[in-house]
């Protein structure tokens, strides 16, 4: 069974950063793609960013464009979120995901293994 575990999550005044981590049990290179997904008290899931393992490509919410910056290190089986300029908007629980479905990056159901998730808190 394939695990993620995320890290780097915390609270920080808004305009600050934080840098998420996800160490995933099995090779990342094995992964089409990762990403994350955060969930806002009270709203739904949505996703946030993903990157394809093989080539690099990303995709970005527009909501975090210009501000997230997804990278992975294949080597050593991580993925990470550097997250600038913070708003209290991005306050949420982020998760870390991993799949082999190459379509539809925003849809949370293509994704078949999730992290327990690491909290976010961004005050104004």
């Known amino acids: 069974q394939v695990r993620l575990v995320e890290s780097g999550g915390g609270s920080v005044e808004a305009g600050g950063s934080l840098r998420l981590s996800c160490a995933a049990s099995?090779?990342?290179?094995?992964?089409?793609?990762m990403g994350w997904f955060r969930q806002a008290p009270g709203k739904e899931r949505e996703a946030v960013a993903n990157?394809?393992?093989?080539?690099?490509?990303?995709n970005y919410a527009d909501s975090v464009q210009g501000r997230f910056t997804i990278s992975r290190d294949n080597a050593k089986n991580r993925v990470f979120l550097q997250m600038n300029n913070l708003t209290p908007n991005d306050t949420a629980i982020y998760y870390c995901?991993?799949?082999?479905?190459?379509?539809?990056?925003?849809?949370?159901?293509?994704?078949?293994?999730w992290g327990q998730g690491t909290p976010v808190t961004v005050s104004s």
């Open positions: 099995d090779h990342t290179a094995n992964f089409v793609c």
């Open positions: 990157i394809y393992m093989s080539v690099g490509f990303t």
């Open positions: 995901v991993a799949g082999t479905d190459q379509y539809n990056w925003y849809d949370p159901r293509k994704y078949k293994f």
